[in-house]
């Protein structure tokens, strides 16, 4: 592999967490703990046959990191395993065999979680863990810190406190929320082997690794999700309103929906059912005359009337601050959204973007290439 991994190839098993460090990228290592880099312990699972055969025993490592997580792919010859010592690590680990089998004991079970291509497990980084894998194997891993996991599932929960948290360890990697998991791990891999990908850019990983970590928390059963599938009811308007004030706000920089749940108060899918209800059905009907317009939370925008009535506020930020603090993303999110909720209010729009296009052409050039990149709109003036 290329691009953004880095490969290491380990014959002294041992010394693996040493290496690891090591091969870190300084500025990687500035973000990492040593020690808890170094609180795995790996070891052969045959002593005997590594102490007569050591050359049979080889591990390939490559590594990299989105974002604040982290993803991996380990080939053994030979069966292998880790414990992870203290002082442990706050990170949970997504395991997907794509040859071989695997298996992982936790601190407070006595029972082995048992992987293979069809099962997937998922386990936290407790002092005490260990994790096996048989000989000739092939594995995925992706690492994603504890601490964003219970931030997102307080935001779910609608701002309660999580004091403790555990995923179910096995899961079905072959259908339903785990297949999805696992193309979702391909797609990195395919993409971070790229020198060039997408994720480089800051917004796309922060999108991304969002996305990503509600697929765990909604698609893999764990200790609150009893909990999720309690909640049935939807934000007050209250909650929509503070929402809408916050995307107004920061319009012009990078918004997920999470962070927009988080200061309206309420969760993810409390806010979309809000939006749905309260605001789907009217938002667009006095299109083109004065106050404000509102665009629901999946397009992580608003729409207002200032000095270009009609102008989608996203549309305006990214012309006045170009690509730095803006996302096409966005604009590609309310081009789509507004063509199935109501043609006619988008096609509005266009016109007026259209009309200030061709009073100001100079002044708007970057920020109409920007859009039509996006596949937002036709750069040609009508």
Same mark, same amino acid.
Request: net charge neutral.
């Given at each position: 592999m290329f691009g953004n991994f880095t490969r290491i190839e380990v014959a002294d098993l041992p010394q693996t967490s040493r290496l690891i460090w090591e091969s870190l990228p300084p500025q990687e290592k500035a973000l990492a703990n040593e020690r808890?880099?170094?609180?795995?312990?790996? =070891? $052969?699972?045959?002593?005997?046959? %590594?102490?007569?055969? $050591?050359?049979?025993?080889?591990?390939? %490592?490559?590594?990299? $990191?989105?974002?604040? =997580?982290r993803v991996s792919r380990v080939a053994d010859t030979q069966a292998t395993q880790f414990t992870r010592r203290p002082p442990g690590i706050d990170t949970y680990c997504v395991s997907l065999m794509a040859r071989g089998t695997s298996q992982v004991v936790q601190p407070r079970s006595s029972e082995p979680a048992v992987g293979n291509p069809e099962t997937g497990l998922v386990f936290g980084g407790e002092p005490g863990t260990r994790f096996a894998v048989s000989g000739s194997s092939v594995r995925f891993h992706l690492w994603v810190p504890g601490k964003r996991l219970r931030e997102r599932l307080e935001v779910l929960l609608d701002g309660q406190k999580v004091k403790s948290f555990a995923f179910q360890p096995a899961f079905d990697q072959t259908r339903? $929320?785990?297949?999805?998991?696992?193309n979702l791990l391909n797609f990195l891999f395919v993409e971070l082997a790229r020198s060039d990908s997408l994720l480089a850019n800051e917004i796309a990983t922060r999108t991304f690794e969002d996305n990503l970590v509600l697929c765990l928390l909604l698609g893999l059963r764990h200790s609150h999700t009893q909990r999720l599938q309690q909640q049935r009811a939807g934000a007050a308007p209250g909650n929509v309103k503070r929402a809408e004030e916050f995307m107004r706000a920061n319009a012009s920089g990078p918004l997920t929906i999470a962070d927009i749940a988080q200061v309206a108060g309420c969760s993810v899918r409390a806010l979309q059912m809000a939006f749905d209800r309260f605001r789907a059905l009217r938002q667009w009907r006095h299109c083109g005359k004065s106050g404000s317009r509102r665009l629901g939370p999946r397009c992580y925008a608003t729409v207002e009337q200032s000095r270009s009535p009609g102008l989608p506020l996203v549309m305006a930020s990214a012309i006045r601050v170009g690509s730095r603090n803006s996302s096409d993303a966005h604009t590609v999110s309310i081009h789509r959204w507004l063509c199935k909720r109501d043609v006619k209010a988008f096609a509005k729009i266009i016109a007026v973007w259209r009309q200030l296009r061709s009073i100001n052409r100079s002044s708007l050039s970057t920020g109409g290439r920007q859009l039509h990149n996006a596949g937002a709109m036709p750069l040609a003036a009508p």
């Open positions: 808890e880099v170094n609180s795995r312990e790996f =070891m $052969p699972l045959d002593w005997g046959r %590594f102490q007569s055969e $050591p050359e049979s025993f080889r591990s390939r %490592f490559a590594y990299a $990191p989105v974002g604040t =997580m339903g $929320p785990g297949a999805t998991i696992r």
